[in-house]
């Protein structure tokens, strides 16, 4: 069984990525985010037509997660227990969708950015993390994978220049800290044995070629369950998907299951 996960930054800019991507990596599960698209505005034929059943959860043109799968998608839940809303009025945002796909609960996760250290959003960019660390705990006994944006790079490595980000979310020690309570909790960074640093990063910015320069961060992440970390064999991340006219500025993340 083969699982991946792509924050695409817009699936109906790059749908006919996204069907060549599962098709070229033959992909039983895909989990995808920031699809800004509206649930009623998905462009759903062409995965459909290739055996693909597609759960997607979208309000508006910002953030949006989805689950593809060729395996069954079953039992999916839209959103996690004591996720916190955001905006003025609080709101659910289109951030955490999970299903059971071929016997494996897979959760599409698009943690929120945080902005700025002193911003709100960096608050409730915690908060979130600490209502998903809780509704996660249950999940160990289970073969879970938390996949997707994580916007958090846990390790020095997994930026290009520590210095570069010194006034910057993404590498807080309470963000970090935030990102390793999992691995405490039990869950395995599954692809990181695969693919050591450093320099190996999962996202470059558009900005001053940044991906030409292989000035990244790697904050695109697969955490397994026990279970499911004992069942991976190999894991990648496809570099080549950044290159090129019209690419996410992130990478896809592919895991292999025996």
């Given amino acids: ?24 990596h033959d992909i039983d599960v895909l989990a995808l985010q920031e699809t800004k698209a509206r649930d009623d505005q998905w462009p759903l034929m ?15 043109q910002w953030n949006g997660v989805a689950l593809v799968s060729r ?14 809303q955001w905006g003025e009025p609080l709101a659910d945002e289109a951030r955490a969708i999970g299903a059971t796909c071929g016997g494996v609960r897979v959760w ?9 250290i002193d911003d709100p959003h ?21 073969d879970t994978a938390l996949v997707g944006d994580w916007n958090i790079a846990p390790l020095d490595e997994d930026v290009f220049d520590m210095a570069a980000y010194a006034k910057d979310t993404h590498v807080t020690p309470p963000e970090r800290a935030a990102f ?23 996202y470059w910015d558009y900005y001053r070629q940044r991906f030409e320069r292989n000035r990244g961060m790697r904050i ?32 896809p993340v592919v895991v292999d299951l025996d």
Avoid: C
Wanted: net charge neutral; no cysteine.
């Fill in 180 to 202: 390793k309570a999992f691995l405490d909790d039990g869950y395995v960074d599954v692809v990181r044995p695969h693919t050591p640093g450093p320099g190996v990063f999962t």
């Fill in 122 to 142: 960096y608050v409730y960019k915690l908060d979130w993390l600490a209502r998903l660390r809780d509704a996660a705990k249950p999940w160990l006994d289970a």
């Fill in 108 to 116: 599409s996760l698009y943690v929120p950015n945080g902005r700025k």
């Fill in 1 to 24: 069984m083969r699982i991946a996960t792509w924050n695409v930054n817009s699936v109906r800019s790059r749908i006919s990525r996204v069907e060549a991507l599962v098709e070229r």
């Fill in 71 to 84: 395996v069954g998608l079953e039992d999916v839940q839209r959103g996690f227990s004591g996720m916190p």
């Fill in 46 to 60: 062409g995965l459909q037509a290739m055996g693909y059943d597609v759960a997607t959860l979208g309000f508006n």
């Fill in 220 to 251: 695109d992440f697969v955490l397994g369950s026990p279970s499911l970390a004992g069942r991976v064999t190999t894991a990648f991340i496809d570099r080549d998907e950044r290159a090129g006219q019209g690419a996410s500025d992130h990478a």
